[in-house]
DNA sequence: TCATACTATTGACAACAGTCAATGTATTCA
DNA sequence: TGAATACATTGACTGTTGTCAATAGTATGA
C-alpha cells in the first residue's frame, strides 16, 4: 500500500463525507457514501482489493486467476472500485494497472471512526 | 455517540477483519466483510445510523419520520444493521431503543486505515 | 379482559447486481 | 497488413434487495 509516484487526486475524492455521528446526514451525501460502501459489499471485490493494496500496482491480468472469475467480471469489478474512488488505472501498452488510493480509503475510515 | 452505560460486546464483534493492505484476504474473511458494507452500503440505513449515533439512544418510533419510510422498511433496516453488529437494540416497554456500537465502526475503520 | 400502541413478520413486486459467453476495441509484434 | 493479446462492452440470466400493505406478536393501561 506504500505509494512511489506522486499522483494527483481528484479534490473530490478527498472532500468527501463528514463523520458518521455528527448530525443527520444530508440524502445526496448518504447517496455518495453509499457507493463507496457499495463498492466494498461485495467479497470478490473485497479480495481484488485487498490483492491491489498489497502489491504496489496490479495487472488486471494477474486477477483473474486468484479471484477465479472471468475476464468481463473482473473488468466489471474493477470499474466499480474506480468510480467509487477507491482505485485507480493507468493503460500501459496492453495492459491495465491498478493500483489503490490510499487517500480515499482514509476518508472512508475517517466516516467511522467519527 | 457517546457512550455513558457499560455494554457488553460480543467478541466476534471487534475480534474480525484483519486490514485490507496486508496480503490477500481470504474468502471466509471477505465475505464476513462483504456483510457489514453491505450494511452500510445504502442511503436510508446510513441515514438511519447517522440519526442513531447523533444521539445517545434512539427508538424505533423516532426514525420513521426523518427517514421517510413505512414502519416494516425502518425494522428490516435496523435488523440488517443490528446483524452487521453496527446497533444494538433493548426493548424496553412497547419501545426499541437502538445504539450504535462504537467498537464495531472503529473495527471497520481500521480495515480500511491500514 | 379489552382496546391501544409499538414492533416484527410475511408476501409480493419492481429494481438492481453478479456472472459469463459472445463480441468489439486497441495495442503489440512479426 | 495480419495475427495475437489484453481489456471493455453488450446482452441475457439468475439471485438479491428495498419497499410497502397486510397481518401477527407483544406490552401497556383502563
Same mark, same amino acid.
Given at each position: ?7 494527483? !487526486?481528484? #479534490?473530490?475524492? =478527498? ?5 458518521i455521528? !455528527? ?5 445526496? #451525501? ?27 500496482? !496490479?495487472?488486471?491480468?494477474a ?35 491498478w493500483? =489503490? ?5 482514509? =476518508? !472512508? ?6
Amino acid at each position: 500500500m506504500s505509494h512511489p509516484k506522486t499522483i494527483t !487526486v481528484d #479534490e473530490a475524492v =478527498v472532500n468527501c463525507c463528514s463523520p458518521i455521528g !455528527v448530525g443527520a446526514l444530508s440524502e445526496l #451525501e448518504a447517496g455518495d457514501m453509499a457507493q463507496i460502501f457499495g463498492a466494498l459489499s461485495d467479497p470478490a471485490r473485497l479480495r481484488m482489493l485487498s490483492l491491489i493494496a498489497s502489491e504496489d500496482e !496490479v495487472c488486471s491480468c494477474a486477477l483473474e486467476e486468484p479471484l477465479g472469475k472471468s475476464q468481463p467480471t473482473i473488468s466489471h469489478h474493477t470499474r466499480i472500485l474506480a468510480e467509487a474512488g477507491l482505485i485507480t488505472g493507468e493503460k500501459r501498452g496492453r495492459w491495465m494497472w491498478w493500483r =489503490v488510493v490510499p487517500e480515499r480509503l482514509k =476518508v !472512508v475510515a475517517r466516516i467511522l471512526s467519527e
